[in-house]
């Protein structure tokens, strides 16, 4: 039994046609891509995530003498096979558009460049650590988009796929713009701002609702939520403005309330009204409750006035778009462009580029994919991150990522930060990458 | 930096609450119950699945000296807190449904009975590992029977949310019925049969197709399976034809084609055709990409002549049901049977136990959900598997949950073992739930 995060998980594909290349000499440079075929329904663009543990993933990557021991037991791969995977790291140079960075269909978010059988065996943990964090970057950032200026904090550890989407989505949801989780673990791991109240389940082990709330103040006085609803949500508003004055006596301030069912635009509005005619103003309004972008839309269309939401499922499982149709491709090998052209799933060859182009006003107006010798108007989007399999940097604070990402939202067109169906930015192929998928279809089909 | 299974992956709410238990000596037995409120659209039954994991993790439950010092550090808890949670070992009782059971909306498929904190504490990290392997299971088996006779893999781990994600669908997909996977670790870890082929990258990094097939051969003659849509599949089923007997002549045996693109059912009747002019009638094709239970339908519906099926991204991220609606409930506390009226969001209060009635067939006739101690007609579906913290028994093996599994599937009514949209089976509210039900909302009235 070893920990999920060993490079035994992976697709058993990938040891097999390392055995292969390893037989015939095929060591040359490969050049591998990843990018999102296309986007989602109703998306309009996607937001990169998940670089740093994609770094660190290549620069630990290491098969231990067990793992090793296990393959030579379990598989007839030859001795020669076996040592190169046993003295394996990896050597190679990766390029990448930073954490944060707005992206659209068609553009590589990551370049691998090494070794025909390094890029091949990292490519399964390598998509399934840059695709999730991106999948749920790029929902929370719908999320930010449709609930401006209003607190957001993932609740969605529970029913994330497994214990590393939970934390993993924590991280990807902050860096778009979300204020916080409620996963403790995230301020260990990545100094993540942690937010909790109370479960029903607390109210319900008391006899009565009030006890319940004066219990939880005296042990827990900071950043004090109390849920009110549990039985009869106006009720228990009106009790929290009887039991407020008296824990101010106590030195305890209640900082909110939390709804989690029922009508949020009619409770809210009800809620306010008692607290505002009880003096609390000051108590915020907190909802949750299988949230999404839609229904945030909605409530601000409707001027709830609730100040913050606890968002769970549908960010940490994405819920329209549990994944993007991606891929990890060899465009180039031993210096020589390649293209896959299975129907429906032709790529474009070669090292690329994505470079970004943006008006007076600061707005985007659309990417140009090309070659990557090939300049371009606009900024390069794929920067340098490791040469050698050494990171180039410190790995980006995710102060700095969030600055990206904040950044990046509001330069999209204005259609593109309302959550509109159908629109996304235009990405032109550049003259001499078309010529050159040309090129490799012509080579493909005299082989042929 | 702790592991994503460190017990500090919980919600911050859970620890606040239990400091506020312990706090006001609140240290009764509780009894807690998980279960999927609605069935997701489309969806007549679900799968249970995860409970193994579930009981290693109360099992090993366990906060290290690091993880309280940081807690210490980190947040205001009482030494009290603190020193309960250093020596906290989870000593309650389990019952649950065994895996591979089928079950329905409002059924508990587990119920934690242990003192308050402790059934608590567990809430996040127990929903977690349950929920996911039942969303696969659940998924999985739907495909299962989707594809009678044939053979499934699972695909899906580089689009799995995460490493865990990914191992535990290959287990929950297995334990539903999938013949096996593509995720190396879940041979070693589980015990599953493990598959692979070529990758398009592999065919591409050669000058030719059939160099490629050559190499490949090779390099892994067993079991030996030709990816043949790169470029043009018909010719490549053609090339097949050619190298299959040089291959024999080096005792090699070509065992199948894969098919990853363009429209199957037209390609597969194609490449059976090419196969058996050219005698190759014992190479089986096996087909992938974009797969799902409805894809699979459509493909039986037209004998499609494909042998086996690998199923990636619908699979492992569920992706029509990403999540289920789905609770960890209060029931009972100190004796006195609880629950939450939050609208669209109220409970069955109590104990509770499912019974299900079989026919004369051996097929479903429906199931009954009732207190524990109120015996019903048919089978109960929970039973015991954890007392005072410790396993009744060795775990299930994998094979016998299989068992389990198909057996369910069997005995599912025609209807829903056809996907037939909006169809369920009933499940019935004993009347001496529903008294208990109006007993505790009587109570609660006069509470308020």
């Known amino acids: 039994m070893y920990p999920a995060t060993s490079p035994l998980l992976t697709d058993l594909y990938q040891l097999n046609m390392v055995q292969a290349y390893l037989d015939h000499g095929q060591m040359d440079t490969a050049v591998f891509e990843f990018f999102v075929r296309r986007l989602p329904a109703r998306r309009g663009f996607l937001m990169a995530a998940g670089l740093e543990q994609a770094i660190d993933f290549l620069e630990n990557l290491q098969f231990s003498s067990e793992e090793i021991d296990w393959l030579r037991k379990n598989y007839r791969f030859t001795d020669g096979f076996l040592d190169y995977l046993a003295r394996l790291r990896f050597t190679g140079d990766v390029d990448a558009m930073p954490e944060g960075t707005i992206f659209f269909a068609?553009?590589?978010?990551?370049?691998?460049?090494?070794?025909?059988?390094?890029?091949?065996?990292?490519?399964?943990?390598?998509?399934?650590?840059?695709?999730?964090?991106?999948?749920?970057?790029?929902?929370?950032?719908?999320?930010?988009?449709?609930?401006?200026?209003?607190?957001?904090?993932?609740?969605?550890?529970?029913?994330?796929?497994?214990?590393?989407?939970?934390?993993?989505?924590?991280?990807?949801?902050?860096?778009?713009?979300?204020?916080?989780?409620?996963?403790?673990?995230?301020?260990?791991?990545?100094?993540?701002?942690?937010?909790?109240?109370?479960?029903?389940?607390?109210?319900?082990?008391?006899?009565?609702?009030?006890?319940?709330?004066?219990?939880?103040a005296r042990s827990r006085p900071d950043n004090l939520v109390l849920l009110i609803d549990t039985y009869d949500t106006e009720a228990a508003a009106r009790k929290v403005v009887t039991l407020a004055p008296r824990l101010k006596k106590e030195g305890i301030a209640v900082r909110g309330v939390r709804l989690d069912s029922g009508d949020l635009i009619v409770l809210s509005k009800a809620v306010r009204r008692i607290l505002d005619d009880g003096g609390l103003h000051d108590v915020t309004i907190f909802a949750s409750g299988g949230l999404d972008e839609d229904e945030l839309a909605k409530l601000m269309d409707a001027n709830a006035p609730i100040d913050g939401f606890g968002i769970g499922t549908s960010l940490t499982t994405s819920s329209d778009a549990p994944a993007f149709d991606c891929a990890y491709k060899l465009q180039e090998y031993a210096g020589i462009a390649r293209r896959k052209r299975s129907v429906g799933k032709a790529t474009w060859p070669g090292r690329k580029q994505v470079w970004r182009s943006f008006g007076d006003d600061g707005g985007m107006i659309g990417d140009v994919l090309a070659?990557?010798?090939?300049?371009?108007?606009?900024?390069?989007?794929?920067?340098?991150?490791?040469?050698?399999?050494?990171?180039?940097?410190?790995?980006?604070?995710?102060?700095?990522?969030?600055?990206?990402?904040?950044?990046?939202?509001?330069?999209?067109?204005?259609?593109?930060r309302h959550l509109s169906d159908g629109t996304t930015l235009p990405v032109t192929v550049a003259p001499g990458l078309i010529a050159l998928a040309e090129e490799v279809d012509r080579r493909c089909a005299a082989m042929m």
């Open 106 to 216: 068609s553009e590589p978010i990551i370049r691998v460049t090494a070794p025909l059988p390094e890029a091949q065996l990292v490519e399964t943990r390598l998509i399934n650590i840059l695709h999730f964090q991106s999948v749920v970057a790029s929902k929370a950032a719908r999320m930010v988009l449709a609930a401006p200026g209003k607190q957001l904090i993932d609740f969605g550890l529970r029913r994330a796929h497994g214990a590393e989407a939970g934390l993993m989505a924590a991280r990807a949801s902050y860096l778009a713009g979300f204020d916080g989780t409620a996963t403790v673990l995230a301020r260990e791991n990545f100094g993540i701002p942690v937010f909790g109240t109370m479960a029903h389940s607390f109210i319900q082990a008391h006899d009565d609702e009030t006890s319940a709330f004066f219990e939880f």
């Open 371 to 416: 070659l990557d010798h090939d300049r371009q108007a606009g900024e390069p989007l794929l920067v340098p991150v490791m040469r050698h399999g050494r990171r180039l940097a410190a790995p980006s604070t995710l102060a700095d990522i969030r600055k990206r990402a904040a950044q990046g939202l509001a330069q999209l067109p204005w259609s593109l």
